[in-house]
């Protein structure tokens, strides 16, 4: 049974939304650290064509969503010109061969191929800026969620604090690294924009639900359709409720952990941002699992699917104390950091 929380005063949603604003604003990468990593990327493909002289590396994930951390990893993906698609055992037999290539590399260490993982993928570890990576192979559906949540992050400026947000509370709680056990960053912002979509009015539109022609185009990649509506500069003409939406960061935040706590019924409804009408996780026949967040493109994976019951319960509790915590208001003791509950 959840507390009822007290009225919030304009002066704690004041310090709520500078809060979140300060997550931005602090672990966002400056100009020149997003260079480095399109330098360290450069640098890689002209080492890795000295073996595959058509290899082409790409990067995605937070390098290249907007809600990348001066420390996040480099999300790498590489081809082969000509080439449009590599089966399981070619994939192996080239990450084997990569991590093999990798390791003559002078900046890298700890080269280590994970052959065994749904997506295999070589990881490496960068000397000189104390970065991690790992390329993956023909990762192209990631590719274009990537360039998604780009969209979404530079709808509007709101989304792109909110997610940090949300990275920075998952990483403080100790809920958000899929290797461990928990869910991954990308299923965490999923979950941002879903609340966002959902929000009365929403923040956000469902960018896969737009389209100029009378039927949704399809543009298929790995057998799935990964059109959405990406062109932010016609996009409000074509969303009746743009603007509608003003709330700031700070109430959004509240209202995204209470939305989690107190509304969404994880039982009932999957987690989906591809649709506005609500999925219910016994249409998608993924009842047993509490937490289900389905993927925007691949629409049989399940980015739940991988949680115990107790990691499931660790995470809601992290949530319930997150309400908590940021619902309480506080007494602003110092201009700057308010530090004691009332
Ligand atoms: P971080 O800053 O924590 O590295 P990130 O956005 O790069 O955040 P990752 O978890 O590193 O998130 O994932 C990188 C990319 O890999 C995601 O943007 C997504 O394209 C893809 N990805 C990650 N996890 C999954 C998953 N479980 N299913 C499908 N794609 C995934
Ligand atoms: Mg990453």
Redesign the pocket.
Known sequence: QLEPLPALTPEFLCVLNDVCVKCYTDFAPDELEVSVREHILQDLEGFVRRQFSGARLRL??????G???RQ??L?ICMVLDGQDTMDDIDCITIIESLARLLKKHPDLKNILPITTA??PIVKFYHVRTGLEGDISLY?T??????HL?ATYGAFDNRVKILCYVM?VFAKVCDI?D?SRGSL????Y?LMVLFFLQQRNPPVIPVLQEIYDAQKKPEVLVDGWNVYFYDDLKTLPSRWSEYGGNTESVGELWLGLLRFYTEDFDFREHVICIRQRARLTTFNKQWTSKYIVIE?PF?LN?N?GA?LSRKMTNFIMKAFINGRTVFGTPIKVLSPIYPNQVE
Do not use: E, Q
């Not at 995605?60 to 969503?65: A, L, V």
């Not at 991954?184 to 299923?187: D, R, T, V």
């Open positions: 995605f994930g937070s390098s290249k969503n809600f990348g951390f996040s990893d999300d749904k997506v990762n559906l990631a590719l274009h969620n990537t949540l990275k958000g899929a991954s960053s990308y299923a912002t993927d691949d994976h980015l991988g």
